[in-house]
């Protein structure tokens, strides 16, 4: 399987490197899918889903920090509510319009941890050694924590207003481009 021709390009100097990342990533992606499907099972299996329950509550907590959503509380433990399982979670005090998505949409940012991991240890040269042997079951439950609730996708729908300012930026920076093009000509 080859990357398509525009993908090195698109990605500038890193479009050389994602095959690199992705190879790195395949053990720690089917390490995910069997944590996955493990969980599913039985309750004692989300201690394999542990250190990505903690990397997503610790996104929600340290980026509430940052935008001033003041988090008050976080639970690491698995609940049961209802029919599910709920893993953890981060009380704010003070979530408004302007950092409820960045503090709800957080666990996206988990996503860069694995990533940042490979670069790391795929330098020129590169091979599996032991110490990326330890470290596949360690990246595997970021895969699985790294996308929002459908609590935090439903708490981000408050910053609604960040969605206006971002269209009327895009149709002043359209409209002003298209003013220059005239004055150029």
Not at 29 to 57: D, K, Y
Not at 116 to 140: I, S
Not at 149 to 155: A, E, G, I, M
Not at 167 to 172: D, K, Q
């Amino acid at each position: 399987m080859s990357l398509p021709a525009w993908a090195p390009a698109a990605l500038g100097t890193y479009g050389a490197l994602l095959p690199d990342l992705l190879l790195y990533l395949l053990p720690s992606l089917a390490l995910a899918f069997l944590f996955w499907m493990l969980s599913s099972r039985h309750p004692a299996f989300f201690l394999l889903t542990a250190p990505g329950t903690l990397c997503h509550e610790l996104a929600h907590f340290g980026v509430g920090l940052l935008t001033n959503a003041e988090p008050i509380g976080i639970n690491l433990l698995p609940r049961r509510r209802g029919r599910v399982w709920e893993l953890g979670s981060v009380t704010f005090a003070n979530l408004r319009w302007y950092n409820a998505a960045p503090a709800a949409l957080a666990p996206l940012l988990v996503l860069l941890v694995p990533l940042a991991v490979a670069a790391w240890r795929t330098g020129p040269g590169w091979r599996f050694g032991p110490l990326d042997l330890a470290l596949a079951p360690l990246l595997a439950p970021q895969f699985l924590s790294f996308w929002p609730s459908p609590v935090d996708w439903r708490l981000a729908t408050r910053s609604w207003p960040w969605l206006v300012i971002a269209a009327g930026a895009g149709a002043v920076f359209e409209w002003h481009g298209l003013l220059f093009q005239f004055v150029k000509t």
